[in-house]
DNA sequence: GCTGCATGATGAA
DNA sequence: TCATCCTGCAGCA
């Protein structure tokens, strides 16, 4: 599910959820029985996001690392328990929320390193204010397509297929041009670019809109579904939304990247 | 009911 | 580059 803005959002809503709160952990599938005894009873302080990670700082030993991977999703209400627990991963609550996990990749018991070595091989996450510099310099360096390192979160944090696809778009880049073929200023334009839009859908519930205007009116569950969202995600044969030319995609890396093999020439 | 696919990432070859 | 892991749902019979 999740690219980077709604990996941000979930760390924002269980931060308000609850920080402070001594919480309770569980886990009913037994995959981490041992990381749920560990934490049981200790109190949550903190809820971050670095890339499309989530750090739950209880204390500089004692925090705890999730990724979603693809799949991952919380749910979240207020007690009693929901009694379906079918695939379900990871529970945690207070006296009075609970917030439920399944289908992530990862559920892990972090110290200081840790977290020292995660954010270490990350690259810039246009949502935590950091310099793309050290992300631009990379770039330079690689004759692999921009397609491609751009979905690398060493490179750039957060960004996964859906950004990937429509900030290329937007910039009028073709995915297959190698990194170092890109100017740094088209670059910087990308980054100023995806930023805007990351920020967007951080503040409009985790909802990806890369078309203009941005103010337009969708419905609450929006995305995948919303054919008006996106200028080339998903839209393999739809005529592009500027020259009319059939949207293509082409596997990359193992994922499907989409283009407009007019706007988006080499 | 089955198949394939999806906003991710890793490790082996 | 490929196989693998994870869940849910659309599309099909």
């Not at 995959?31 to 934490?39: G, I, K, Q």
């Not at 991952?72 to 009075?96: H, I, N, V, W």
């Not at 690259?123 to 510099?133: A, Q």
Request: charged share 25%.
């Amino acid at each position: 599910m999740p690219e980077g803005p709604q990996v941000h959002l979930v760390a924002q809503k269980h931060h308000e959820l609850l920080s402070e709160k001594k919480i309770a952990f569980a886990s009913p599938d037994g995959r981490s029985t041992e990381l749920a005894e560990a934490f049981n009873g200790r109190t949550l302080h903190k809820v971050t996001a670095v890339g499309k990670h989530l750090l739950y700082y209880f204390s500089p030993d004692y925090q705890l690392h999730i990724h979603l991977g693809r799949f991952g999703k919380f749910r979240t209400g207020e007690l009693p328990l929901p009694d379906e627990q079918t695939a379900l991963r990871f529970c945690m609550s207070s006296r009075k929320n609970w917030v439920e996990l399944r289908g992530a990749v990862a559920i892990e018991h972090y110290a200081e390193d840790d977290v020292r070595r995660l954010t270490a091989r990350l690259g810039p996450d246009p949502l935590n204010h950091d310099s793309p510099d050290a992300g631009f310099e990379k770039i330079s360096k690689r004759r692999t397509p921009i397609g491609q390192l751009l979905m690398d979160q060493s490179i750039i944090a957060g960004i996964g297929n859906i950004f990937r696809a429509e900030m290329l778009f937007r910039a009028g880049v073709s995915p297959f041009r190698p990194g170092g073929k890109v100017e740094r200023e088209i670059l910087r334009r990308m980054w100023d670019d995806v930023t805007v839009l990351m920020q967007y859908s951080l503040e409009h519930a985790g909802r990806i809109v890369t078309t203009e205007p941005h103010d337009r009116q969708y419905p609450k569950r929006a995305n995948v579904a919303r054919p008006d969202a996106f200028y080339v995600y998903h839209r393999t044969g739809k005529p592009c939304r500027h020259c009319g030319t059939p949207i293509e995609q082409e596997a990359m890396g193992g994922r499907t990247v989409f283009y407009c093999p007019h706007c988006q020439a080499d």
